[in-house]
Structure formats: structure tokens, C-alpha cells
């Protein structure tokens, strides 16, 4: 499957954004799928993740810190998952990077881990001025 993630840009703090991460090759259904982000000297960090429990339900985890600003949705119909990032704060500042998981339901730890993704997209440049 490929990844392409969009909608990074320049934004002020407090305000939002919307990712997408657009598949090809592969339905995201058959992927657990995540957000991931790299910011300037410092290593790259999980965000969000969705993870299917079975059928088309699916349970969806945050990093504590963007629990309540970001959500993390998908839309199957166009392939899509979403990063809705609000109240962005210029530690929100990275490239942003959208991967999928051969194992759609991995346990809820190994969602948090970059180790259990197969593909990733090329990333997306969030950048949140003061």
C-alpha cells in the first residue's frame, strides 16, 4: 500500500488544522493505520492510531498530551484517515507522517510502537507560529 499525507501549512497558535493520509494499493481496512511525528531534534513520536477490532469496528487511541485536541478518523469510502489537530501549540511543530499496519489489530501497546508498521507515507510539514 502507499501513503500520501497532506495538509500541513503554516498556522497560528490556537488554531487547526486537517490531515489526510490517502491509501492506495490497499484499503485501510486492512490496515491498523497511525499518525506519527518527527519534530527538530528530537525522535519521532506516535500521535494517534486507529486499531480494527473486528468487523468494521475499530477502537482509536491518542498520546496522552493530544488527547482532547486531536482526533484521528478515517473515511473508508475515500480511503482516507484524518488527523483533526485543534488548539496548536508551536510544540506542535513537526513533519507528520501517516503509516499502516499489516496487523490490523495489534495489542494496544504495539499500536504506540513505530516497530509495528509495514508502510509509511513521504510526511507532511505541520509548522504552528507564537
Given at each position: 500500500v502507499q501513503l500520501?499525507?497532506?495538509g500541513g501549512g503554516l498556522v497560528q497558535a490556537g488554531?487547526?488544522?486537517r490531515l489526510s493520509c490517502t491509501a492506495s494499493g490497499g484499503a485501510i481496512t486492512n490496515y491498523a493505520?497511525?499518525?506519527f511525528r518527527l519534530a527538530a531534534g528530537k525522535e519521532r513520536e506516535f500521535v494517534a492510531g486507529i486499531r480494527w477490532n473486528g468487523g468494521s469496528s475499530s477502537t482509536t487511541h491518542y498520546v496522552n498530551?493530544?488527547?482532547g485536541r486531536f482526533t484521528i478518523s478515517r473515511d473508508v469510502a475515500k480511503n482516507t484517515v484524518f488527523l483533526q489537530m485543534n488548539s496548536l501549540d508551536p510544540e506542535d511543530t513537526a513533519v507528520y507522517?501517516?503509516?499502516a499496519a499489516l496487523n490490523r489489530r495489534p495489542i494496544v501497546s504495539a499500536l504506540f510502537m513505530q516497530s509495528t508498521y509495514d508502510y509509511w507515507g513521504q510526511g507532511t510539514l505541520v509548522t504552528?507560529?507564537?
Open positions: 500520501q499525507a497532506s488554531g487547526s488544522l493505520m497511525a499518525w498530551s493530544m488527547k507522517y501517516c503509516a504552528v507560529s507564537s
